[in-house]
């Protein structure tokens, strides 16, 4: 089955700085990459995605990228804000397999 | 509905006892998901189901976990006879399609076996 490792575990910026997310996975079929935050004592929330026919995706302040030669994906949250502290988890999956393999997850807090 | 629900939120029970919790999936989403987050962890899978399909079992820790859904709609998890190291969110999710679909998750239950 799919493994899916993620670092760092967590991962400290101050405000207005960048903050980079990586992940790798073992599969190569996975061809989906869903990233979530989760807020502490609340439900993960799909923030981003990427499938494996691109190879770099935006929106706003966050993007993802895919390498599938090197089979890793990362996530890029610029200008960071107090609100960007949360736990993140990278995932990956495909049509063969059907359930998401779930990073260990990223604990980002952003200092005032 | 609006968004993947679950109930209960909280459940505190007895070791020994039996819970059942459970998960109304989005309407029209046809895969439902289970996952078991221990505190301070990631997500781990147990249980996945899709339209009138087999389920994927093969994350369920052990026999006192099944898990059961009618069609395309709610889901009963069940934990016979608890443990303490069952405490954990049971967090269900939902999405469109399998393989290549995002989860919408709904707030989980928070298990406490004392």
């Known amino acids: 089955g799919e493994n899916v490792e993620q670092h760092p575990s967590t991962l400290s910026v101050q405000e207005g700085d960048s903050a980079v997310i990586k992940c790798t996975y073992s599969?190569?079929?996975?061809?989906?990459f869903p990233w979530y935050k989760q807020e502490l004592g609340k439900r993960p929330q799909l923030i981003i995605d990427i499938r494996s026919n691109v190879g770099e995706k935006k929106d706003q302040r966050i993007a993802v990228t895919l390498n599938k030669t090197a089979k890793h994906f990362s996530l890029h949250i610029t200008e960071t804000q107090p609100e960007d502290s949360a736990v993140y988890f990278c995932?990956?999956?495909?049509?063969?397999?059907?359930?998401?393999?779930f990073g260990a997850g990223t604990t980002v807090t952003v200092r005032a | 509905g609006a968004g993947v629900s679950q109930s209960p939120s909280n459940k505190v029970t007895e070791k020994g006892k039996d819970v059942e919790l459970r998960c109304d999936p989005i309407?029209?989403?046809?895969?439902l998901y289970w996952y078991r987050q221990r505190l301070g962890q990631g997500l781990e899978f147990l249980i996945y189901?899709?339209?009138?399909?087999?389920?994927?079992k093969s994350g369920l820790p052990s026999d006192r976990f099944s898990a059961e859904r009618t069609g395309e709609s709610v889901s009963t998890l069940t934990i016979q006879r608890t443990q303490q190291e069952d405490s954990a969110v049971y967090l269900c999710?939902?999405?469109?399609?399998?393989?290549?679909?995002?989860?919408?998750f709904g707030s989980g239950t928070r298990l406490t076996v004392v």
């Open positions: 999710a939902s999405s469109l399609g399998a393989g290549d679909y995002g989860y919408t």
């Open positions: 189901f899709q339209g009138n399909s087999a389920p994927d």
């Open positions: 599969d190569s079929a996975s061809n989906y």
């Open positions: 995932a990956a999956s495909n049509a063969n397999d059907y359930k998401l393999s």
């Open positions: 309407s029209g989403h046809t895969a």
